[in-house]
């Protein structure tokens, strides 16, 4: 398999790193600086690729700078396992960045409010020529970089910023009358119209080298600015579990290299078959790639890239596994343009206003959404989904949607608590991704489900579990349960012999917790 081209190589490594030695430093530096945030890789990183360059012709050092504001990230509903994740990232990243000679200053934030400020200092100390970064479109974070902007600008620095998180930049895929999409499968066809046109688009592009090495002075001010990355997760997050953290660090390596090593093992072995075995929780085929997408540990045109060497380069034709794949990246760009043309999905409002009339059930404390919340609501793949979410910060997609359409279609509870729920709890928490999925099962967002189709849990059940392992893996009450029994037990086995057992009782009965809900929601919308 042809592998993505990477400045990371053990070979390039060295060879960058004796090169770089062997020049003398010059005397006085401007280095460049490359802020990172969501994009904690070397390989394909748009900013740090234009950098590079610039560093090498000019000949000044190339400095990478991180942030920790662990206070914005939890007022985000940042999930402790991805904080994790994050700083065990971020210490990959500086380690493979040592072997280039581009040296690594870690910050700290005490607020999502003093981020700016905090950036903008250590550029000016590091008397800096210049900064880049790559673009987050989330409204704060868009707000936080007008204002690192301004403060630079005062000061006759300059700052760019990178387009690089999506495969198709936000906003290129229109309508013929210039319109935003709202609806995935016209949006998906422009998008590989254009991608056709223009693979440059999506071509992988590495680091320059070799680079220029950093002078004592330069160093002895990055050592004096430096706050030291973490070691575990701050305060005030709570740490995860050790059940928790053991399962993570065997699933989820840290760095892009084991993230490369994920995709190749993928793209090999289990894409051919992707599209018929996805929605099987029991068998866990997916790639298990989305917590190092959500971090940028691995790049998404180097995903599409594996996937068309896999596919003759077809996007739309040959194997129906690497289509079905290529489309799921398809929907990562979606998601982030709605994001972008409405903003407002990033304030907790629906995407479609008239559903805001809709009467939710809004208390956290509500007995039906704690049960929810921890796995005990009597219908086996909604508590196996639910439990899966916490001993493993991670859900399989067919159960995201079957949970979500059970909290809003069946308890009639606010999306806004399950999607925030889901964010507190998943170390692949992406706003788009995440906010798009909910709104899509609750009915009020962009190309939903339409508000009448509800999912029967316990046909999706039989349909995607049949055999039952996935349910019998996680709630463990039911492992002795035995063929279709295990999809209803109260149905099946009746109330005593589950109570015997140990499980709950359904909290509520889906057919007429559905209609209750299917009159509400016309109430709302004006029907």
Same mark, same amino acid.
């Given at each position: 398999?042809?592998?993505?081209?990477?400045?990371?190589?053990?070979?390039?490594?060295?060879?960058?790193?004796?090169?770089?030695?062997?020049?003398?430093?010059?005397?006085?530096?401007?280095?460049?600086?490359?802020?990172?945030?969501?994009? $904690?890789?070397?390989?394909?990183?748009?900013? +740090? &690729?234009? !950098? @590079? %360059?610039?560093? #090498?012709?000019?000949?000044?050092?190339?400095?990478?700078?991180?942030?920790?504001?662990?206070?914005?990230?939890?007022?985000?509903?940042?999930?402790?396992?991805?904080?994790?994740?994050?700083?065990?990232?971020?210490?990959?990243?500086?380690?493979?960045?040592? $072997?280039?000679?581009?040296?690594?200053?870690? +910050? &700290?934030? !005490? @607020? %999502?409010?003093? #981020?700016?400020?905090?950036?903008?200092?250590?550029?000016?100390?590091?008397?800096?020529?210049?900064?880049?970064?790559?673009?987050?479109?989330?409204?704060?974070?868009?707000?936080?970089?007008?204002?690192?902007?301004?403060?630079?600008?005062?000061?006759?620095?300059?700052?760019?910023?990178?387009?690089?998180?999506?495969?198709?930049?936000?906003?290129?895929?229109?309508?013929?009358?210039?319109?935003?999409?709202?609806?995935?499968?016209?949006?998906?066809?422009?998008?590989?119209?254009?991608?056709?046109?223009?693979?440059?688009?999506?071509?992988?592009?590495?680091?320059?080298?070799?680079?220029?090495?950093?002078?004592?002075?330069?160093?002895?001010?990055?050592?004096?600015?430096?706050?030291?990355?973490?070691?575990?997760?701050?305060?005030?997050?709570?740490?995860?579990?050790?059940?928790?953290?053991?399962?993570?660090?065997?699933?989820?390596?840290?760095?892009?290299?084991?993230?490369?090593?994920?995709?190749?093992?993928?793209?090999?072995?289990?894409?051919?078959?992707?599209?018929?075995?996805?929605?099987?929780?029991?068998?866990?085929?997916?790639?298990?790639?989305?917590?190092?997408?959500?971090?940028?540990?691995?790049?998404?045109?180097?995903?599409?890239?594996?996937?068309?060497?896999?596919?003759?380069?077809?996007?739309?034709?040959?194997?129906?596994?690497?289509?079905?794949?290529?489309?799921?990246?398809?929907?990562?760009?979606?998601?982030?343009?709605?994001?972008?043309?409405?903003?407002?999905?990033?304030?907790?409002?629906?995407?479609?206003?008239?559903?805001?009339?809709?009467?939710?059930?809004?208390?956290?404390?509500?007995?039906?959404?704690?049960?929810?919340?921890?796995?005990?609501?009597?219908?086996?793949?909604?508590?196996?989904?639910?439990?899966?979410?916490?001993?493993?910060?991670?859900?399989?997609?067919?159960?995201?949607?079957?949970?979500?359409?059970?909290?809003?279609?069946?308890?009639?509870?606010?999306?806004?608590?399950?999607?925030?729920?889901?964010?507190?709890?998943?170390?692949?928490?992406?706003?788009?991704?995440?906010?798009?999925?909910?709104?899509?099962?609750?009915?009020?967002?962009?190309?939903?489900?339409?508000?009448?189709?509800?999912?029967?849990?316990?046909?999706?059940?039989?349909?995607?579990?049949?055999?039952?392992?996935?349910?019998?893996?996680?709630?463990?009450?039911?492992?002795?349960?035995?063929?279709?029994?295990?999809?209803?037990?109260?149905?099946?086995?009746?109330?005593?012999?589950?109570?015997?057992?140990?499980?709950?009782?359904?909290?509520?009965?889906?057919?007429?917790?559905?209609?209750?809900?299917?009159?509400?929601?016309?109430?709302?919308?004006?029907?």
């Amino acid at each position: 398999m042809k592998r993505a081209a990477s400045t990371s190589d053990d070979h390039d490594s060295k060879r960058v790193k004796d090169d770089a030695q062997a020049a003398p430093p010059p005397a006085a530096q401007r280095p460049v600086v490359v802020w990172i945030r969501s994009d $904690l890789r070397i390989s394909d990183n748009s900013a +740090l &690729t234009r !950098a @590079s %360059r610039i560093a #090498v012709a000019d000949g000044n050092p190339l400095v990478v700078m991180f942030v920790v504001s662990p206070n914005e990230w939890l007022e985000h509903d940042m999930a402790a396992i991805k904080c994790r994740f994050i700083l065990h990232c971020v210490s990959a990243l500086r380690d493979a960045l040592a $072997l280039l000679n581009v040296s690594f200053v870690t +910050l &700290t934030a !005490a @607020s %999502r409010r003093d #981020v700016p400020q905090v950036v903008c200092d250590a550029v000016v100390r590091l008397n800096a020529n210049r900064i880049l970064w790559n673009i987050e479109y989330e409204i704060h974070e868009t707000q936080r970089d007008k204002k690192v902007t301004k403060l630079l600008a005062d000061r006759q620095i300059p700052s760019t910023a990178c387009h690089d998180q999506c495969i198709l930049m936000p906003g290129k895929a229109r309508t013929k009358e210039g319109k935003v999409y709202t609806v995935f499968t016209p949006f998906k066809k422009t998008w590989i119209t254009i991608l056709q046109k223009d693979p440059s688009l999506y071509k992988l592009q590495p680091m320059s080298a070799p680079l220029p090495v950093a002078s004592p002075a330069l160093l002895e001010t990055i050592t004096a600015i430096s706050t030291g990355l973490p070691t575990t997760v701050p305060q005030p997050f709570e740490a995860p579990s050790q059940e928790l953290i053991d399962f993570a660090d065997k699933m989820y390596p840290a760095g892009e290299a084991n993230a490369r090593i994920r995709l190749e093992s993928f793209v090999k072995a289990r894409i051919k078959g992707y599209k018929n075995d996805r929605d099987s929780p029991g068998k866990d085929l997916t790639s298990r790639l989305s917590a190092y997408l959500a971090l940028g540990v691995i790049s998404p045109r180097e995903c599409l890239v594996e996937a068309l060497n896999a596919n003759n380069q077809k996007f739309d034709s040959g194997s129906d596994g690497a289509v079905t794949w290529i489309s799921e990246l398809c929907w990562r760009d979606f998601y982030k343009n709605i994001l972008v043309e409405y903003p407002r999905v990033c304030k907790n409002q629906p995407f479609k206003l008239e559903t805001d009339n809709v009467t939710w059930t809004t208390d956290p404390e509500s007995p039906l959404f704690k049960a929810w919340c921890t796995g005990h609501t009597g219908y086996p793949i909604v508590d196996a989904g639910m439990r899966q979410l916490l001993a493993e910060g991670w859900m399989h997609n067919r159960v995201r949607m079957i949970v979500a359409s059970f909290l809003t279609k069946d308890l009639g509870i606010d999306w806004r608590l399950g999607e925030k729920h889901f964010m507190r709890h998943l170390i692949d928490g992406d706003l788009a991704s995440n906010n798009g999925g909910w709104q899509w099962a609750a009915s009020t967002g962009t190309d939903s489900q339409p508000y009448f189709r509800i999912f029967n849990p316990t046909l999706q059940s039989e349909k995607f579990d049949p055999a039952g392992s996935y349910i019998r893996k996680f709630v463990p009450e039911l492992k002795g349960v035995l063929g279709k029994e295990i999809h209803d037990p109260k149905g099946k086995l009746g109330l005593p012999r589950i109570a015997k057992l140990g499980y709950v009782a359904p909290i509520v009965d889906h057919k007429i917790a559905s209609q209750a809900f299917l009159e509400a929601f016309k109430r709302g919308i004006g029907k």
